[in-house]
């Protein structure tokens, strides 16, 4: 049992669910309505095969980040480390190929590849990149915050791009259902951005591991109050955005949506920027990331409300 929980606890059992439920939601509260009786038969398999590709291919990139990270976790987060302490180096690495590898053969049984070939070099991609996430870039100057967010998007827009062959995904499909493209975009975006601002929220967070072993994070490189001043402007951009957002849906009189998201998205969000101002601490900036996770949960579960309008 032991192990089973340490391997649970490697592979980030909770932000798997959430993976999953963001494509779970945006498969049958966006994708559904909006094509009612023009859905496949075989689009269901292939959705299932996709988002177990999806899980495999993030777990094994937890792995990975691990392994890598002993050394830095040691100083971080001793307490929760699991690689070298319950389960062995050489078995991470081990988990680490079986996991990828499943998740790649995954997306090649879940896509025709003579059509959708390129869908499965951005998930062998994926793996790539996560590899060297891990050993390179999360040391670096914003390119692993870029990379991290890039792949939280990539968690909707690889459903989004199922759908279509590369060449329809620009022609008539969208053209038939221009509100299909904005939402998956939509969505994307705001997964992109917040991705950002917790990334950069834990670089501060994880600041005396990385500087005792030589990265180059944001606050190391900018400083701390730079990278605030950097998280702000996220931020204020996020809700402006948002706010717009509910103008323009109250001209369709969306009100359950206005309803959901100022309390659950808009007011979470302004209060993560007034208490990033008085954030210090590395316990400040954990609780600041705790909030910025909920609030990445309430934007995807908002997905439920185009359920009632598509």
């Avoid at 969505?187 to 950069?200: C, P, Q």
């Avoid at 005792?212 to 998280?231: E, F, H, L, Q, S």
């Avoid at 931020?235 to 706010?243: F, N």
């Avoid at 400040?284 to 609030?295: A, N």
Wanted: glycine letters at 4%; proline letters at 3%.
């Amino acid at each position: 049992m032991r192990l089973i929980a340490a391997f649970l606890k490697m592979i980030r059992l909770p932000n798997l669910f959430f993976m999953a439920l963001t494509q779970v939601l945006f498969q049958f509260c966006i994708y559904y309505p909006l094509y009612d009786g023009h859905i496949p038969d075989s689009d269901l398999r292939r959705f299932i095969l996709l988002v177990f590709a999806s899980l495999f291919i993030a777990a094994a990139g937890y792995v990975i980040n691990d392994y890598f990270d002993i050394n830095i976790d040691e100083v971080n987060k001793p307490k929760k480390m699991v690689v070298d302490k319950v389960i062995h180096r050489r078995w991470a690495i081990a988990w680490h190929f079986m996991l990828s590898t499943s998740g790649v053969l995954l997306t090649f049984f879940a896509l025709p590849f003579m059509k959708q070939w390129y869908l499965i070099l951005a998930n062998i991609g994926c793996v790539v990149l996560l590899w060297f996430y891990s050993t390179n870039f999360k040391r670096s100057l914003l390119s692993g915050n870029i990379v991290i967010s890039l792949l939280t998007a990539w968690t909707i827009l690889i459903i989004f791009f199922s759908k279509f062959n590369l060449t329809d995904a620009w022609g008539n499909s969208l053209a038939s259902q221009p509100r299909f493209f904005r939402l998956a975009f939509l969505y994307a975006g705001f997964a992109f951005i917040i991705s950002l601002i917790r990334e950069a929220i834990k670089d501060m967070e994880d600041m005396p591991g990385d500087q005792k072993y030589g990265c180059r994070t944001m606050p190391i490189v900018w400083g701390v109050n730079a990278v605030k001043m950097y998280v702000a402007v996220w931020l204020v951009v996020l809700i402006a955005i948002l706010l717009l957002l509910q103008v323009y849906v109250l001209q369709f009189k969306w009100w359950l949506a206005v309803a959901y998201s100022v309390p659950a998205i808009i007011f979470p969000l302004i209060v993560l920027l007034f208490r990033l101002r008085k954030s210090h601490t590395t316990e400040d900036f954990h609780r600041l990331s705790t909030l910025t996770k909920l609030i990445m949960f309430t934007g995807i579960v908002s997905m439920v409300i185009f359920r009632f309008y598509l």
